[in-house]
Protein backbone atom coordinates (compact mmCIF):
# COMPACT_ATOMS: atom_id res chain seq x y z
CA UNK A 1 0.00 0.00 0.00
CA UNK A 2 1.63 3.35 -1.09
CA UNK A 3 0.51 6.40 -1.11
CA UNK A 4 2.65 9.48 -2.53
CA UNK A 5 0.81 12.31 -3.38
CA UNK A 6 0.60 16.37 -3.07
CA UNK A 7 0.63 16.94 0.76
CA UNK A 8 -2.14 16.63 2.28
CA UNK A 9 -3.51 18.85 5.73
CA UNK A 10 -3.97 16.04 8.25
CA UNK A 11 -6.26 17.66 10.72
CA UNK A 12 -5.06 17.55 14.65
CA UNK A 13 -5.63 19.30 17.82
CA UNK A 14 -2.32 20.43 18.64
CA UNK A 15 -1.71 22.21 21.77
CA UNK A 16 -0.95 25.91 22.60
CA UNK A 17 2.42 25.49 23.47
CA UNK A 18 3.61 26.64 27.36
CA UNK A 19 5.99 29.13 27.27
CA UNK A 20 7.53 28.55 30.85
CA UNK A 21 8.42 25.03 32.02
CA UNK A 22 7.15 23.63 35.16
CA UNK A 23 8.06 20.82 36.82
CA UNK A 24 4.51 19.97 38.86
CA UNK A 25 2.27 17.49 36.55
CA UNK A 26 -1.22 17.61 35.93
CA UNK A 27 -4.01 15.61 37.08
CA UNK A 28 -4.88 15.12 33.99
CA UNK A 29 -1.05 13.86 33.16
CA UNK A 30 -1.19 11.53 35.85
CA UNK A 31 -4.58 10.34 35.29
CA UNK A 32 -2.65 9.35 31.99
CA UNK A 33 0.79 8.32 33.50
CA UNK A 34 -1.36 5.57 35.67
CA UNK A 35 -3.35 4.15 32.32
CA UNK A 36 -1.59 5.08 28.48
CA UNK A 37 2.24 6.20 29.79
CA UNK A 38 4.65 3.45 29.84
CA UNK A 39 7.71 5.33 31.57
CA UNK A 40 10.68 3.03 31.54
CA UNK A 41 12.16 3.06 35.35
CA UNK A 42 14.21 5.90 36.11
CA UNK A 43 17.80 4.30 37.23
CA UNK A 44 21.29 5.81 37.75
CA UNK A 45 21.93 3.62 34.50
CA UNK A 46 19.21 5.58 32.15
CA UNK A 47 19.98 8.63 33.46
CA UNK A 48 23.90 8.29 32.75
CA UNK A 49 23.15 7.57 29.35
CA UNK A 50 21.03 10.14 29.09
CA UNK A 51 23.94 12.46 30.25
CA UNK A 52 25.93 11.41 27.27
CA UNK A 53 23.17 11.91 24.92
CA UNK A 54 21.88 15.40 25.69
CA UNK A 55 25.77 16.92 26.11
CA UNK A 56 25.71 19.66 23.32
CA UNK A 57 29.48 18.51 22.66
CA UNK A 58 28.49 14.57 22.40
CA UNK A 59 30.30 13.31 19.38
CA UNK A 60 27.89 11.94 16.79
CA UNK A 61 29.30 8.30 17.20
CA UNK A 62 28.86 7.99 21.02
CA UNK A 63 25.49 10.21 20.23
CA UNK A 64 24.28 6.98 17.96
CA UNK A 65 25.64 4.46 20.34
CA UNK A 66 24.19 5.18 23.38
CA UNK A 67 20.66 6.29 22.18
CA UNK A 68 20.91 3.31 20.59
CA UNK A 69 21.08 1.29 23.80
CA UNK A 70 18.06 3.56 24.97
CA UNK A 71 16.54 2.68 22.17
CA UNK A 72 16.84 -1.07 22.70
CA UNK A 73 15.44 -0.71 26.37
CA UNK A 74 12.14 1.37 24.82
CA UNK A 75 11.83 -1.68 22.15
CA UNK A 76 11.90 -4.65 25.08
CA UNK A 77 9.50 -2.33 27.20
CA UNK A 78 7.14 -2.17 23.65
CA UNK A 79 7.26 -5.72 23.28
CA UNK A 80 5.97 -6.25 26.70
CA UNK A 81 2.69 -4.49 25.93
CA UNK A 82 1.87 -6.68 23.04
CA UNK A 83 -0.48 -10.02 23.05
CA UNK A 84 1.08 -13.01 24.17
CA UNK A 85 -0.66 -16.95 24.08
CA UNK A 86 0.40 -19.99 25.89
CA UNK A 87 3.01 -22.43 24.48
CA UNK A 88 4.64 -25.15 25.84
CA UNK A 89 8.09 -26.59 24.73
CA UNK A 90 10.12 -29.77 25.47
CA UNK A 91 13.65 -28.64 27.13
CA UNK A 92 16.97 -30.36 26.46
CA UNK A 93 16.05 -32.87 29.72
CA UNK A 94 12.81 -33.90 28.30
CA UNK A 95 10.75 -31.64 30.67
CA UNK A 96 7.85 -29.59 29.57
CA UNK A 97 8.10 -25.57 30.39
CA UNK A 98 4.99 -23.78 30.46
CA UNK A 99 5.93 -20.74 27.88
CA UNK A 100 4.31 -17.92 25.82
CA UNK A 101 4.84 -16.58 22.39
CA UNK A 102 3.87 -13.87 20.42
CA UNK A 103 0.03 -13.82 19.09
CA UNK A 104 -0.83 -12.03 16.41
CA UNK A 105 1.02 -9.74 13.20
CA UNK A 106 3.35 -7.45 13.80
CA UNK A 107 4.23 -4.25 12.13
CA UNK A 108 6.57 -0.88 12.95
CA UNK A 109 5.99 2.07 11.48
CA UNK A 110 8.56 4.78 11.89
CA UNK A 111 7.86 8.33 10.94
CA UNK A 112 10.26 9.48 8.53
CA UNK A 113 13.07 10.51 8.89
CA UNK A 114 13.58 10.69 12.40
CA UNK A 115 11.55 7.60 13.37
CA UNK A 116 13.50 5.50 10.69
CA UNK A 117 16.83 6.17 14.03
CA UNK A 118 15.21 3.42 15.97
CA UNK A 119 14.87 0.63 12.93
CA UNK A 120 18.00 -1.29 13.63
CA UNK A 121 17.32 -1.54 17.53
CA UNK A 122 14.32 -2.94 16.50
CA UNK A 123 15.38 -5.22 13.74
CA UNK A 124 17.98 -6.62 16.52
CA UNK A 125 14.95 -7.63 18.77
CA UNK A 126 12.30 -9.05 15.90
CA UNK A 127 14.87 -9.15 12.48
CA UNK A 128 12.15 -10.36 10.25
CA UNK A 129 9.37 -7.41 11.32
CA UNK A 130 7.64 -5.92 8.52
CA UNK A 131 8.49 -2.15 8.59
CA UNK A 132 5.94 0.97 6.46
CA UNK A 133 6.79 4.55 6.41
CA UNK A 134 4.68 7.62 6.95
CA UNK A 135 6.16 11.06 5.75
CA UNK A 136 4.31 13.79 7.78
CA UNK A 137 6.38 17.10 7.99
CA UNK A 138 4.38 20.61 9.48
CA UNK A 139 4.01 23.66 7.02
CA UNK A 140 6.24 26.49 8.67
CA UNK A 141 3.60 29.21 8.08
CA UNK A 142 0.48 27.30 9.38
CA UNK A 143 1.95 24.80 11.67
CA UNK A 144 -0.39 21.81 10.22
CA UNK A 145 1.35 18.43 9.80
CA UNK A 146 0.80 17.58 6.22
CA UNK A 147 0.79 13.78 5.19
CA UNK A 148 3.28 13.29 2.21
CA UNK A 149 3.48 9.83 2.05
CA UNK A 150 2.42 6.01 3.02
CA UNK A 151 3.98 3.11 2.06
CA UNK A 152 2.20 0.13 4.85
CA UNK A 153 1.75 -3.19 4.44
CA UNK A 154 -1.87 -4.68 2.91
CA UNK A 155 -3.22 -6.36 6.08
CA UNK A 156 -2.30 -3.39 8.32
CA UNK A 157 -5.73 -3.04 9.86
CA UNK A 158 -5.27 -6.70 11.40
CA UNK A 159 -1.06 -6.12 12.96
CA UNK A 160 -0.50 -4.87 16.06
CA UNK A 161 1.75 -1.64 15.23
CA UNK A 162 4.72 -0.01 17.02
CA UNK A 163 4.72 3.35 16.07
CA UNK A 164 8.02 5.26 16.43
CA UNK A 165 9.14 8.89 16.70
CA UNK A 166 12.07 9.70 18.65
CA UNK A 167 9.86 13.13 19.75
CA UNK A 168 6.64 13.80 20.99
CA UNK A 169 6.10 17.67 22.00
CA UNK A 170 3.26 19.37 21.00
CA UNK A 171 2.05 16.26 19.67
CA UNK A 172 0.70 17.15 16.20
CA UNK A 173 2.39 14.98 14.22
CA UNK A 174 2.03 11.75 16.35
CA UNK A 175 -1.90 12.62 16.59
CA UNK A 176 -2.07 13.02 12.53
CA UNK A 177 0.24 9.62 11.87
CA UNK A 178 -2.07 7.68 14.23
CA UNK A 179 -5.28 9.38 12.38
CA UNK A 180 -3.50 8.29 9.62
CA UNK A 181 -3.27 4.39 11.06
CA UNK A 182 -6.94 4.71 12.54
CA UNK A 183 -8.04 5.35 8.71
CA UNK A 184 -6.87 2.24 7.86
CA UNK A 185 -8.45 -0.06 10.08
CA UNK A 186 -5.88 0.01 12.87
CA UNK A 187 -7.17 0.04 16.47
CA UNK A 188 -6.11 2.28 18.86
CA UNK A 189 -5.69 -0.55 21.41
CA UNK A 190 -3.21 -2.10 18.85
CA UNK A 191 -0.69 0.98 18.65
CA UNK A 192 1.51 1.33 20.80
CA UNK A 193 3.77 4.74 20.52
CA UNK A 194 7.27 4.48 21.47
CA UNK A 195 9.05 7.48 21.64
CA UNK A 196 12.63 8.64 23.03
CA UNK A 197 11.52 12.04 24.94
CA UNK A 198 8.03 13.47 25.41
CA UNK A 199 6.18 16.32 27.36
CA UNK A 200 3.37 16.87 29.13
CA UNK A 201 1.54 18.60 26.14
CA UNK A 202 2.32 15.98 23.90
CA UNK A 203 0.73 12.89 26.33
CA UNK A 204 -2.21 14.95 26.46
CA UNK A 205 -2.79 15.66 22.98
CA UNK A 206 -2.69 12.29 22.01
CA UNK A 207 -4.31 10.31 24.84
CA UNK A 208 -6.97 13.17 24.82
CA UNK A 209 -7.47 12.34 21.37
CA UNK A 210 -6.52 8.63 21.02
CA UNK A 211 -7.01 7.08 24.81
CA UNK A 212 -6.63 3.59 23.45
CA UNK A 213 -3.22 4.42 22.53
CA UNK A 214 -0.38 3.07 25.18
CA UNK A 215 3.23 5.28 24.72
CA UNK A 216 6.31 3.72 25.65
CA UNK A 217 9.20 6.39 26.63
CA UNK A 218 12.65 7.16 28.88
CA UNK A 219 11.48 10.58 29.65
CA UNK A 220 9.68 13.13 30.37
CA UNK A 221 10.42 16.36 30.00
CA UNK A 222 9.92 19.38 32.29
CA UNK A 223 8.12 21.55 29.79
CA UNK A 224 7.77 23.21 26.35
CA UNK A 225 9.87 26.73 25.26
CA UNK A 226 8.15 29.52 23.64
CA UNK A 227 9.20 28.08 20.27
CA UNK A 228 8.22 24.62 21.08
CA UNK A 229 11.43 22.81 22.02
CA UNK A 230 11.29 20.86 25.35
CA UNK A 231 13.78 21.27 28.03
CA UNK A 232 15.89 20.19 29.13
CA UNK A 233 15.35 18.84 25.89
CA UNK A 234 18.30 16.68 23.78
CA UNK A 235 18.21 18.85 20.46
CA UNK A 236 17.15 17.68 16.76
CA UNK A 237 16.98 14.61 17.42
CA UNK A 238 17.23 13.05 13.37
CA UNK A 239 19.42 15.75 12.90
CA UNK A 240 21.69 14.60 15.56
CA UNK A 241 21.59 10.97 14.61
CA UNK A 242 22.06 11.52 10.76
CA UNK A 243 24.57 14.44 11.37
CA UNK A 244 23.35 16.73 9.27
CA UNK A 245 23.00 18.97 12.13
CA UNK A 246 26.44 21.03 11.55
Not at 37 to 49: F, N
Not at 55 to 83: C, K, M, Q, S, W
Amino acid sequence: MTTATAPTTVTATTPTPTPTPTTTPTTTLQTYLDRNVHLLPQTDQLRALHTVVRDRHARREDFVFYTGRIIRLLTEAALNLLPFEPYDVTTPVGSTYPGLRFAGGLCAVPIIRAGESMEAELRAVVPGIRIGKILIQRDPTTKQPHLYYTKLPDDIADRHVLLLDPMLATGGTAVAAIEVLRGLGVPEEHIVFVNFITVAEGITAVCERYPGVRIVTSAIEEGLSEHAYMLPGIGDFGDRYFGTDR
